[in-house]
């Protein structure tokens, strides 16, 4: 049965890439970057300082890079409630999120 597992499997790079879900989640995950230009509190830092990803259902996980080595992971409901607490308040730091396909947002207070 083994032997019939290892064939099923494949470690091409294009099979080992994050798939869309099935119709269940038809959405998929979306990943996205956050840099601040400015740095208003002086604790995260300028430059990029999260990662993240929204999932189909809205709910948002963020990995913090700072403090390093290994930075800190926050969950949220939805991608809203993350621009709320960690953005939106923070107008002066000129955050541009940048999402995998390239859309972007900048957070300036305009």
Request: aromatic share 8%; glycine share 10%; with cysteine.
């Amino acid at each position: 049965m083994s032997e019939e597992i290892e064939k099923e499997l494949s470690i091409e790079p294009a099979d080992l890439k994050p798939k869309r879900p099935s119709m269940r989640a038809p959405e998929g995950i979306r990943t996205f970057t956050v840099c601040r230009q400015n740095d208003e509190t002086g604790i995260s830092g300028e430059g990029v300082v999260i990662e993240g990803a929204t999932f189909a259902t809205g709910h948002t996980v963020i990995h913090w890079l700072t403090p390093a080595p290994r930075g800190s992971i926050a969950f949220f409901d939805a991608f809203d409630d993350f621009l709320k607490i960690h953005i939106k308040p923070h107008p002066t730091n000129k955050t541009i999120i940048t999402f995998e396909d390239g859309e972007q947002t900048i957070y300036d207070g305009g």
